[in-house]
């Protein structure tokens, strides 16, 4: 009986011994096994290969529920600047079970994405009217945009910015009216149209109107689109005055030339040039040359070249000759011949006879140097 009762308490206590371990066991696999969080973290980073310095973020550290084989486990995710890791340790082991590694793309920005479009489309920023759309979505950015003529539909990938998909349209597009190019025009110069003294030009060129006119004391020319109505280009120019005489033109040249208009032998010149008067003149000693500004009178350029002196070398017989002598060989002359002008001259500074006569119905006009008795200059012209 004793025997069987110590047998007993002995096998009660080896019993208690055995569930004491066990309960052991199962109280420290509760509390996480033998891997604490530190070292599955620990264990994550020597598995990736990466410092703990290098973690931008612990995405995950947790201990799952019992697995299929009955153990429990860490699910251990951080990111680095690249790349995602997933691992998965065994809680009790510490062994690794599961490892991934998977690059972390980083998506373009806003700008880029419109950078890529306009190159596809092979247009300048500038030329874009409205962007409709730059939005993205999921992968890729759907951008869509309008120039003047085309609309423009573009998807581009969100990582590589490479053009998934690329639509244009052209847009057609009606010019605004002569009116309406008109009154930009006015609207612009500040002008009210009743001010306006001429329209010199109102015409559709292209992709845009060209509007010039003036009132009482301007001109304007004005660029502005056809399409959208916007002025491209202004410009306002005073009108000039209204010029002055010949008569004061002439006694401005004769002030500046300090020569009274008795002494005047000759007007060689008196020409209106645009926006000046030519003047030119000579006295018995000499000549002189005077530009004026045709609209306020003042002397712009001035010029006095002395004439040269003395007598004529040859005489007036001389040069009737050396012109009939020249016109007969010229014609066959028999009549007779009937002188209507043979004086000497002043040909800007030089002495010249100048002849001219009649013979057998042709008209004769020379020319003669008074000195050397060169011919300078002749004509012949038949009567009908």
Request: hydrophobic share 40%; charged share 40%; with cysteine.
């Amino acid at each position: 009986m004793k025997r069987t009762t110590k047998r007993t308490l002995k096998s009660l206590a080896i019993l208690g011994l055995i569930v004491a371990l066990l309960m052991s066991s199962v109280t420290a696999l509760a509390a996480g096994g033998s891997i604490s969080k530190k070292q599955a973290k620990s264990i994550a980073l020597k598995q990736a290969g990466v410092k703990s310095s290098a973690v931008k973020k612990w995405v995950k550290v947790k201990l799952d529920n019992w697995d299929d084989d009955g153990d429990q486990e860490w699910d251990v995710e951080f990111k680095t600047k690249k790349y995602l890791f997933e691992v998965e340790i065994n809680a009790v082991t510490g062994a690794v079970e599961d490892f991934d590694k998977e690059e972390i793309k980083t998506k373009i920005s806003k700008d880029k994405a419109k950078a890529a479009a306009l190159e596809k489309a092979g247009i300048k920023s500038s030329a874009v009217k409205k962007w409709i759309k730059v939005k993205l979505d999921g992968d890729e950015w759907d951008v869509e945009f309008k120039t003047e003529s085309a609309k423009y539909e573009v998807e581009v990938d969100a990582y590589s910015a490479a053009i998934l998909s690329y639509e244009t349209e052209e847009i057609v597009r009606q010019a605004i009216s002569e009116d309406k190019a008109k009154a930009a025009a006015l609207k612009k110069a500040g002008v009210k149209s009743s001010a306006v003294k001429q329209w010199l030009k109102v015409q559709l060129e292209g992709d845009e109107w060209d509007v010039e006119f003036q009132t009482a004391k301007y001109r304007f020319e004005v660029e502005v689109n056809a399409y959208t109505g916007k002025v491209k280009d202004f410009e306002k120019k005073a009108l000039p005055k209204e010029p002055i005489a010949e008569d004061k033109a002439k006694a401005a040249a004769l002030k500046k030339a300090g020569v009274k208009e008795a002494d005047v032998e000759k007007w060689l010149k008196v020409q209106l040039d645009e926006d000046e008067w030519d003047i030119e003149f000579q006295t018995a000693k000499y000549k002189f040359e005077v530009e004026i500004n045709a609209f306020n009178g003042k002397v712009k350029d001035f010029e006095k070249k002395k004439l040269s002196s003395g007598t004529a070398a040859i005489s007036l017989d001389d040069a009737k000759a050396i012109a009939l002598d020249h016109a007969r060989g010229r014609a066959e002359l028999g009549g007779k011949v009937k002188y209507t002008k043979a004086k000497l001259d002043r040909d800007d500074g030089r002495l010249v006879y100048e002849i001219e006569f009649r013979c057998d119905g042709i008209e004769f006009e020379y020319e003669i140097d008074a000195n050397s008795g060169d011919i300078l200059d002749w004509d012949m012209d038949r009567d009908d």
